[in-house]
């Protein structure tokens, strides 16, 4: 009797399973992934490959890493000798450590043979595709073109009151600043913490490359430099009195910050500006959509304002943001990856991509005028372009950047002093270089 | 004097229920967090009295819409809880018509009925989530049978005893356990990652607790009865391997489970976990062995069994308590451990489980700390279930058996 | 009854081994053939899966390897262990473990022993109560310490801040200012553990027999008195057993200063050895060298584990 009902089951089991069997293979039609960071371009990425499925049947998944993990995650699949991802769209510092690590595959043929790159706007080639720079050779296409720029309340800076009250406190009209003084100046103007009302948010966080894309171009701007490119000398470039200047001066502005500021990244800094908290807000432009979007932004999405990122006293540099798209060597639809790649560079394909809200790195579309006016920020955004500057891109990146994070971090909250930070990045990145070989010759 | 005795006994009351407020506060916050509307999350000042909104639990779904099934899957489970309650409380009250036992089968056979129809329906999946992220109810449907033949036993008894009783109160238990994992299981393959991850976690989770106390519990009954050579140090051993912080063990974990190409799947973390769980699982099994008095065994070799039967029949049935609660303190374990689950799982990938998920859920525009809440406040619930389920157990679990009550 | 059968060691000698049987060879397995296959899969299983990853990186401790590239190993002595042990940073790291593990397992023992004092009497619902306490220690770190990050944050909707708003004129900066970030994490630590030190320190409460009281009291003995001579020496076993677990965890401690204080912010205030050396392996792929740094933090913990065992079997030798 026991053994009749156990038999009935295990053959019901049996039947089961074989009816289930052929299921796991009717989804074998080809599909790409992508992976990107999580963020509305990805949205809009995801958005537009529809066309692409719509025109091969080749299925298209955007994965969104979220960005404090987005280094890591990518890097640990990729060490994992992952197959997961097919394309890559990876920052622009990744370029050095995924083509002598072999992550990356090698494009330059391919790219000659099918890619027109002169209707690509050429910095953004160097910038995310070319590595070493200046030799031709090419690791990735661009896919997105950023820039670090700021968003400002309207309403605030507009208002007849305030503008009496600015001019007569420091004697030239509020508007947006052009220097980093007179961001100081407004920041401070704006700070009321009994009204809830700050200054500015910017980034400050110990996350990723936070403090890092945040600071840097504060830091080139009052005179200060990584080091040299040609010999990868650092001492004497980073520690320099004027990016001490340059550190201090950062610090500062945490005072017309909210008091959570130090752990500011793109989310909490957005958060920031959309609960109506601070007056101006540093962001990549990639992310103000949000800032527009009257779903998420309750309070301003109608009144606020774009400028670029202001001059310092020795010059006027922006951090580069923005990313290129990479065909990962564990992927096995190396070519129907190449295929996606060679439709998304199509003119029209970019235009759609610029509409929709992606940063195009197509020349003519890029500087077209429709561009231009597709959002409030986009002309902000396109005049940013002369000034961009980058981070270092080669192999040890990593370790550089880490290092810049915990000194930054500490001097930012007090633990170490600007000079102590910047002598100990400095330190600590000869040592790195050294490490790796770059002084042996 | 007696009046005073008695104040101080009420102050420590009143001290006691402070101390729980305390304690429950951020899971209380973490609720009411998950059902605020985004405009009373970010308020200057926290908001205690809010309209309750269900928008972040809607988050967690998918994005084109709940499958019907889930909403019959989730009646019968809210059904058997609630007759599980219902027996609980009036327990020897009702007339012999409404017996444990007639009801516990019509409402199986209503379960998998539900189970056979969510098969029909379902099983060509109308969206797809990832290239591998798939699951299939047949799997679930198997599940079902396993646990509804498990239950027999239960079934043909009548209600006489407490302790049969509280047996037969697990036909309501287990399909309201597998029915949650039939919802989740629907929600996935209706798109939803967030239900996707957690069904990993369920999957992970089980499949290395059955093999860890599988293992342990053969284990704990070789070191509880036989003369091993060197049984101190062995057992030291086993539990040294439980001491040793994750970071350091993940390092070659890593590399060697990408050179085998075992990141980032279901069979590499359940070994993982297995492996850090069969040691929890030795001692605290061994703990539950020990209690078993010899002279069972004696009796059941005189009566002419082998020692391997004596085990499945003597052994296996009295220590059904120990086992079941090293189960639950090894699921726990699996469920929410993070480090291992971090660095060997990708996004987005096959085996993600829900901890690294939550945890880097940031949202595309700005920190949702609504939908993050939401997503925490699911994962925590079922640990609080079982929390208040193995109370009696928690002293043992937490030492190791050290310590016992 | 809580008996405190073995203090984790001599948790062996509970029964007597069954004498050898060697004579079943006609009915099944043997005893030897049953022992082996019942231990075997146990052995093996820990043996792939943690003594040799172990071994490998031992092995990987002494090369300089970077997973990351594609050279191979390459042979460097202990160069990684000594350029550790000169770095003052990393010293730094162990401080500041060594600083959260002390105040962390410090404010767990007093609060937990604490609640377990007020705890143990008779009332109502006892039960329901001490679970509602244990609930925090069941829950994952990582989960709940990402939701501290709001509870404690001084900006929006910050309810500690607020709960402490009447006393304070501004907010506190939980992870925001380095000198208090530290105590944001033990918060959190103790909120997660304290209730374990509770759980256990109630066991050992209650298995002090009432007579000793009931003879104390007979002899007028003060509060103090009682406390000092019954409760303490018989409940201290028990306590250190707690001790030992906490102090071990929480020098693992990583998963709540990786998201609460977002990898040990800030700067590197809340920085704990784990947390580093997640970093130098996962993000700088400096494998030989965060391999060195493993069997660093390791060789610490086996010590210290070795001197509570040791301590453990001086206090149960007095009792």
Known sequence: MKSVRISLVLALILALAFVSAPKADNHQSQSLTIVWAEWDPANYLQELSKDFTAETGIAVDVIQIPWPNFQDKVFTAFVGKSDLYDIVIGDSQWLGRNSQGKNYINLTDWINENIDVASIYGPAMTAFAEYPKGSGTYWALPAEVDAAGYVYRKDLFEDPNEMKAFQAKYGYALAPPKTYDQLRDIAEFFTRPDQDLYGIATWYSKEYDGITMGFQQVMWSFGGAYGDPENYKVDGYINTEDAAKALEFYTDLLKFSPPDAPNYYWAETLNAYNSGKVAMAMNYFAFFPAVINPEVNKISHDKSGFFIAPAGPKGHYISIGGQGMSISSYSKNKDLAKQYMKWFMQKPVQEKWAMLGGFTPHKEVLQSDTFKTATPFNEAFAASFPYLRDFWAVPEYAELLETCQTNWSQAISGIKSAKEALNAIARKHEEIFEDAGYYDE | ?405 | MASLLAAFINNMQTTPPFPRVKTQTSRGMSDYQLKMAFIMPTMILLILMNIFPLLWSLYLSFHRYKASMPTPPKFIGVRNYSRLLADPEIWGYFQTTAYFVLLAVAAQFFIGFGLALLLNRDFRYKGFVTTMLLLPMMLSPVVVGLFWRFILSSDNAGLLNYFLSPFLKSPIGWTTNPKVAMLAVVIVDTWMWSPFMMLIALAGLSAVPKSLYEAADVDRASAWFKFRWITLPLVSPLLLIALLFRTMDAFKMFDIVYVLTREGGPGTATETVSMNLYKLAFRNYNTGKACAMAYILLIIIVALSNIYVKYLNRVKGEA
């Open chain 2, 1 to 405: 004097m007696r009046d005073r005795k008695r104040f101080g006994h009420y102050l420590i009351l009143a001290f006691v229920a402070v101390a729980v407020i305390i304690y429950i506060t951020p899971i209380y916050w973490i609720l009411a967090t998950s059902l605020k509307g985004f405009a009373d999350i970010t308020t200057k000042l926290p908001k205690f009295v809010f309209k309750v909104s269900l928008e972040n639990y809607q988050k967690l779904m998918p994005s084109e819409g709940v499958p019907d099934v889930t909403h019959i899957f989730l009646v019968e489970v809210l059904v058997g809880l609630l007759l599980f309650g219902f027996f609980t409380l009036f327990k020897g009250k009702l007339p012999r018509a409404v017996s444990l036992r007639n009801l516990g089968l019509i409402w199986n056979g209503i379960f998998v009925l539900t189970c056979l129809y969510s098969f029909l329906t379902l099983s060509p999946l109308q969206t797809r989530l990832q290239t591998d992220a798939r699951f299939n109810f047949p799997l679930l449907i198997i599940c079902t049978v396993i646990a509804y033949l498990l239950m027999a036993p239960f079934k043909k008894t009548n209600g006489i005893t407490s302790q049969t009783v509280k047996k037969q109160r697990l036909v309501f238990v287990l399909p309201s356990v597998f029915g949650t994992i039939a919802i989740c299981v629907a929600l996935a393959n209706g798109g939803s990652k967030y239900f996707y991850q957690l069904l990993n976690s369920i999957i992970i989770g089980g499949g290395s607790t059955i093999l860890a106390v599988g293992l342990g519990t053969l284990a704990a009954y070789a070191f509880s009865r036989f003369d091993i050579a060197g049984k101190d140090d062995l057992l030291f051993f086993i539990l040294s391997t439980r001491m040793l912080p994750p970071v350091v063990v993940v390092i070659p974990i890593y590399l060697m489970y990408s050179a085998l190409g075992l990141r980032d799947t279901h069979f590499g973390l359940i070994l993982l976990y297995t492996t850090f769980n069969v040691s929890f699982a030795v001692w605290l099994m061994k703990g539950f062995i020990d209690e078993i008095p010899k002279e069972y065994e004696d009796a059941a070799l005189v009566d002419g069994y082998s020692r391997f039967q004596t085990f499945l029949k003597v052994i296996l049935p009295q220590s059904v308590t120990g086992i079941a609660a090293t189960a639950v303190f090894c699921l726990i374990t699996a469920w929410n451990e993070f480090a291992f689950a971090l660095v060997l799982t990708e996004v987005g990938g096959r085996a993600v489980t829900a901890p690294p998920s939550i945890t880097s859920a940031t949202g595309s525009s700005g920190m949702d700390w609504g939908k993050i809440a939401a997503g925490t406040f699911v994962f925590l619930l079922p640990v609080a279930v079982f929390t208040f389920l193995m109370r009696s157990h928690l002293l043992r679990g937490v030492t190791f058996g050290a310590v016992k009550k």
